[in-house]
């Protein structure tokens, strides 16, 4: 594999997993609820709420996880996150490597 596919295939990965971010969090939220709905209709109480909550807090953690630590292809540090005054924070939706300042995108140079 070359250096332009390697970069063409991060920056796939990276759409991946803002996407499954942004539409996994809800379509999950969704279908827990109905789980939910199910669950008391069959028990009479809030326990299918208290069963489907913990679920949706793990998958919200885990795919925020993931998207959170985005390798930058160029430098291999985490992308979206930046350091001011030696205090790292997290830049959400950032276009460019908080390390190298690789643009979001671009290929080798």
Not at 26 to 48: D, E, Q
Not at 58 to 64: P, V
Not at 92 to 100: A, E, L, V, W, Y
Request: aromatic share 18%; net charge positive; hydrophobic share 45%.
């Amino acid at each position: 594999m070359n250096e332009r596919e390697r970069y063409r295939r991060a920056w796939r990965d990276l759409r991946l997993r803002r996407w499954s971010y942004f539409l996994g969090v809800p379509l999950f939220g969704i279908v827990a609820t109905i789980f939910a709905v199910a669950l008391n209709s069959v028990f009479g109480t809030i326990a299918g709420f208290l069963a489907v909550f913990p679920g949706l807090i793990i998958i919200h953690a885990w795919l925020r996880y993931r998207w959170e630590n985005f390798r930058c292809p160029r430098c291999g540090h985490a992308f979206f996150i930046g350091i001011v005054f030696g205090i790292p924070y997290w830049r959400r939706f950032s276009k460019d490597c908080g390390t190298c300042h690789l643009p979001k995108g671009a290929g080798p140079v």
